[in-house]
């Protein structure tokens, strides 16, 4: 089992910036692939980034280019997605997972966090 945890989530105003975090404990953190995802009022969840275990390759949506950044520290067991000149439409619920789907980007993650809540006022 995986444990993670959120937390950075809060009310900016666009064109702000937050970093959202994400700390793993249970099996080894190093062994894991990681994503973020978001789940916007009314809408589905969708695929935010994704980096590999070692932090090697990343992969973002489109609509976040160029403005949100994944990251991990894997001594400190986290991950973390720097999000910059927000905008209105990237309010909702953040969630961070893990898997150990070898796919890139992943399709299928095992272990999910309990989210954090983002937003982002116009």
């Known amino acids: 089992q995986v444990q993670l945890v959120e937390s950075g989530g809060g009310l900016v105003q666009a064109g702000g910036s937050l970093r959202l975090s994400c700390a793993a404990s249970g099996r080894t953190f190093s062994n894991y692939n990681m994503g973020w995802f978001r789940q916007a009022p009314g809408k589905e969840r969708e695929f935010v980034a994704a980096?590999?275990?070692?932090?090697?390759?990343?992969s973002y949506t489109d609509s976040v280019k160029g403005r949100l950044s994944i990251s991990r520290d894997n001594a400190k067991n986290t991950v973390y997605l720097q999000m910059n000149s927000l905008k209105p439409e990237d309010t909702a619920v953040y969630y961070c997972a893990a898997t150990r789907d070898p796919t890139w980007p992943p399709l299928l993650y095992d272990y999910w966090g309990q989210g954090t809540q983002v937003t982002v006022s116009s």
């Open positions: 980096i590999r275990w070692g932090g090697g390759s990343v």
